[in-house]
């Protein structure tokens, strides 16, 4: 789910504002907002992936993905992420942040055009002479029970000052999916018995593959792909998208 021209336009001018006027450390995370919507499971994402593995059958013989990948929940989140950071009682500059961090749970797989329920909100906050971390979750609901969860966490180079912290007191771990487990046994780690071998790519990005991410993911930010606003917010050259 692309942002739309009005929603884009919004976070690049609260950007500038704090440019002029930054935003107060708060004392308590819970008095940053939250953003909480309904929608459905849609985007440009899960075409092309579905495209990209169209040789890929099913017991049954046909093509049809069936459940959408997690980057394109991943995608669904990243609108709310970013206007929530763009609030002005968020300390840090939306579009000057890097993702230094990602990690995604999927608890029950979500149907494309299923109906789901999007929370978001700000968990850690943190500011020292490297400049202001935060770690924002957004969760994905469907019919009141957890689908997906996420945490992502970004860096503001511009944003350095007196060491402080605050942290969400509520709880954020997920009960582990001994299910699972028990269907498909455990190695001698105790994970999963599947999934386990690795896999190594190389590829090499340009600023072609960068505009084509940020269509279909709708991480418009323009440090990764402009070099000019890429050294406005501190960094020597195009940032890669996390």
């Known amino acids: 789910m692309a942002m739309n ?9 609260a950007s500038v504002r704090k440019m002029v006027r930054k935003a107060p450390f708060p004392p308590d995370i819970a008095l940053l907002p939250t953003s ?10 899960h075409e092309f992936l579905a495209a990209k593995t ?7 013989g046909t093509e049809e993905i069936t459940y ?23 300390p840090v500059q939306p579009l000057g942040l ?9 608890d029950l797989p979500l149907p494309m055009g299923e109906a789901v329920s999007r929370h978001t909100r700000v968990v850690e906050l943190y500011r ?16 009141g029970v957890l689908a997906y969860r996420e945490e992502t966490t970004y860096l503001d180079k511009a944003g350095t000052g007196v060491p402080r912290a605050v942290v969400a ?30 896999a190594v790519t190389l590829a090499r990005m340009t600023p072609d593959t960068a505009r084509q991410w940020r269509k279909l ?11 000019a606003v890429a050294r406005v917010f501190g960094y020597r050259k195009l940032v890669l998208h996390g």
């Open 5 to 13: 021209r009005r929603a884009l336009a919004g976070v690049l001018g």
């Open 36 to 45: 909480s919507a309904d929608m459905r499971v849609e985007g440009d994402l």
């Open 54 to 60: 169209a040789d890929r059958k099913d017991d049954s």
């Open 68 to 90: 959408v990948a997690p980057a394109v929940l991943h995608a669904l989140c990243f609108p709310s992420i970013l206007t929530l950071l763009a609030r002005k009682e968020v």
């Open 98 to 106: 890097v993702a230094l961090h990602h990690e995604w749970r999927l």
């Open 128 to 143: 020292d002479d490297r400049g202001t971390t935060v770690v924002v979750e957004c969760r994905l609901s469907s019919r």
């Open 169 to 198: 007191d509520c709880p954020r771990d997920l009960p582990e999916p001994v299910e699972l487990r028990e269907r498909y046994g455990v190695n001698a780690a105790g994970r999963l018995d599947i999934g386990q071998r690795a």
């Open 217 to 227: 993911s709708g991480d418009a930010n323009p440090i990764h792909v402009s070099r």
